[in-house]
């Protein structure tokens, strides 16, 4: 991860970590770059460059803080206005972009935004371009051979210009709608769009597909995206589901790339299972290439052994969608994805997809003629406990002999009925301490005992 780029974009309190004048610069290096790449290879005409964005207040003025530099610097900006990640990849990998910007902190508070950076192929922007716009926000660019002390502007007829783009918004839309393989017609389905930017897209597809729809937090304001809704706060679509008699629910985050459900019971299902049943599925159609499902070293500890009896292999990553789609990709992978809900189908998508996952989980109910909850049978999830300490060095701590023994130990009590998992955090001075096992009592222990040996070591932070 860069000094402003983690591995989910540029994430911060707008007008505080993140500002329009970031949002600007990284608008002006964006449309000067692409524009350099297509003069030095003989093309034609101005850079394209597509942006989306969610509901939050802050999105319009990085929209045009983004635009007013795309523009300042050559290069044209087509806008979707609010949309879902998943729309802007596939825009931009399906109708020539030379990039596509996305403007969204997902499943964070109002307050906060981001500005995630998607290349030509509708993946997540490749790490060296990441590294030249940092510099250039640092005043140390380097490209094409020489130092850039400031990148030139645009003139006369080479200004750029905006194009309302909407129209690739809806030809997503219908691209969903043709992936569905059954009729939804006697399915009532509720759908909680998190007053986010699968507003004005999720119901339109259900609809399509002849669902009876049912749609909670679908009124944005500005202010209220994630705010006791959607995937992060999935408690209002479990009552919602139960109180009217819905057959499923799906619940998308603030940009819609992801998705977890409720079952006909209310019971919430995670993207371990979302992976145990499609992978299930694609397995018995023929369709689970490699016959593996790529996870991360936070899937559960259940969704493996529920592996193990079907005879699926499984891959398993660091945290971070961006690293399960690396592997899918080099590996020849159709499905991965994470416990939160980013789950991604490489047949389909480029990147995970809260709307084609609650198509694809749909497929898996109807083709199979089973209720959710059945879909579930077989995969039992594993007791949980996770702490997270605050230490003055992340690898002193995680390092220390003792401490490492303290782990193996726990390990090998564990034997094959539990796991345990000690990392560093990617963003705070912290060791995150996860154990699963059979009982929460036996979690609980575990983790204990290898956080008072960091601390007996003295690795706490003052």
């Known amino acids: 991860m860069g000094k402003y780029f983690g591995t989910d974009g540029f994430r911060g309190e707008a007008n505080c970590s993140l500002t329009a004048d970031h949002a600007y610069k990284v608008g002006r290096f964006l449309g000067w770059y692409y524009t350099q790449l297509r003069r030095r290879s003989g093309a034609d005409g101005p850079a394209r460059i597509v942006i989306g964005k969610d509901t939050r207040r802050s999105s319009y003025m990085f929209e045009y803080s983004l635009v007013g530099g795309l523009v300042a610097s050559g290069a044209d900006a087509y806008l979707l206005h609010v949309t879902t990640t998943p729309s802007v990849a596939y825009v931009a990998r399906t109708e020539n972009f030379e990039c596509g910007i996305m403007i969204s902190a997902s499943h964070n508070p109002y307050y906060d935004n981001g500005i995630k950076l998607i290349n030509g192929f509708g ?3 490749d790490e060296s371009v990441i590294s030249l716009v940092e510099d250039y926000l640092d005043g140390k660019l380097e490209a094409f051979g020489r130092p ?11 200004i750029g210009r905006t194009v309302d783009h909407v129209a690739g918004r809806n030809r997503y839309i219908g691209y969903l709608i043709s992936l569905g393989m059954y009729s939804f017609k006697g399915m009532r389905v509720g759908l909680d769009c998190a007053n986010g930017a699968s507003w004005n897209v999720a119901k339109a597809v259900f609809d399509a597909l002849g669902a009876k729809t049912y749609v909670i937090n679908a009124a944005p304001d500005g202010f209220n995206i994630n705010t006791n809704a959607g995937s ?11 109180d009217n008699g819905l057959d499923v629910g799906f619940a998308y985050d603030g940009d819609a790339d992801r998705c977890l459900c409720v079952d006909e019971n209310g019971s919430v299902v995670t993207g371990d299972h979302i992976l145990y049943i499609c992978g299930k599925y694609m397995q018995q159609n023929g ?14 500890f259940g969704l493996y052994k529920a592996f193990d009896e079907l005879g699926i292999d499984y891959a398993k990553t660091k945290v ?13 992978c159709r499905l991965g994805g994470e416990q939160s809900g980013h789950i991604i189908f490489s047949k389909y998508a480029s990147t995970g997809d809260g709307i084609l996952t609650s198509l ?18 077989g995969f039992t999830f594993y007791p949980q406990v996770l702490k997270n300490v605050r230490v003055a060095d ?13 782990v193996s130990d726990a390990a090998a009590a564990l034997g094959d009925t539990g796991r345990i998992l000690v990392r560093e955090s990617g963003t705070e001075p912290v060791i995150r301490v996860m154990v699963e096992a059979e009982r929460k009592d036996i979690c609980q222990d575990h983790v204990d005992a290898v956080i008072e040996v960091i601390k007996a070591k003295g690795h706490c932070a003052v």
């Open 123 to 125: 993946e997540k922007m």
């Open 148 to 158: 850039w002390q400031e990148l030139p502007l645009a003139k006369r007829e080479q």
């Open 320 to 332: 971070g969608d961006k690293y399960v789609y690396e592997y899918m990709m080099n590996n020849g």
């Open 287 to 300: 369709e689970l290439k490699m016959n593996t499902v790529v996870t991360t070293v936070m899937s559960n």
């Open 394 to 406: 992340k690898a002193a701590a995680q390092n220390d002999p003792d401490v490492q023994k303290a």
């Open 360 to 377: 694809k989980v749909m497929e898996a109910m109807l083709a199979q003629k089973k209720t959710l909850s059945q879909l579930c049978e």
């Open 232 to 242: 992060t706060h999935i408690e209002g679509l479990q009552r919602f589901v139960v």
